[in-house]
């Protein structure tokens, strides 16, 4: 839950839901919690006193300042939407980690060729879908060409409660 709703709910924002994002996002790399225990009064009362904590030190070069911003107590001083948080986030992935293109884990899914019939996910009214660098980008050294991540808000019905798979 983000500082500013603990006293008001009603204050809740679009900048809240950035903040929750980013105590996932650094549950996942660190393996903890930012202020320690995740429901203990004295976390609560930590996370609008305090700054927020460093991440491990084992996190990729670039994390620890854009985590940290996205953790302010301060909803003026997150990033401005959940497009503004997820960009750097994914940029930050792919340049940090040597890991294989998306179009190679799909081609090695099925054997080579097309990718599974469904890329995009959609649950409770909800779709994403990321496109990430294609293998000539990644050859030139170049790990944000071709990035695109966009989220588009469905109407909900009674089908989509359930999770397309």
């Keep these: 839950m983000a500082v500013e709703q603990f006293e008001h709910a009603s204050e809740a924002t679009p900048l809240s839901d950035v903040y929750s994002l980013a105590v996932m996002v650094y549950l996942m790399v ?3 919690y930012p202020w320690g225990e995740h429901h203990s009064a004295v976390a609560l009362y930590r996370r609008q006193l305090d700054d927020p904590p460093d991440p491990a030190p084992t996190t990729p070069p670039g994390w620890e300042d854009f985590v ?4 302010s107590p301060d909803p003026q001083q997150r990033p401005r939407s959940m497009q503004e948080f997820v960009y750097p986030l ?3 992935l792919m340049a940090s980690a040597p890991y294989k293109s ?3 884990i799909l081609r090695g899914s099925r054997g080579g060729g097309r990718p ?3 890329t995009t996910r959609r649950c409770g009214g909800t779709a994403t879908t990321a496109a990430w660098p294609s293998d ?3 050859v030139r050294g170049d790990p944000t060409a071709g990035v695109s991540i966009s989220f588009a808000i469905a109407p909900r019905t009674r089908r989509s409660l359930w999770c397309a798979r």
């Excluded at 940290?68 to 953790?71: K, N």
């Design 68 to 71: 940290r911003s996205a953790l």
């Design 136 to 138: 000539a980008a990644a």
């Design 102 to 104: 998306g179009l190679e």
């Design 90 to 92: 994914a940029v930050q």
């Design 116 to 118: 599974a019939r469904r």
């Design 30 to 32: 660190t393996g903890r």
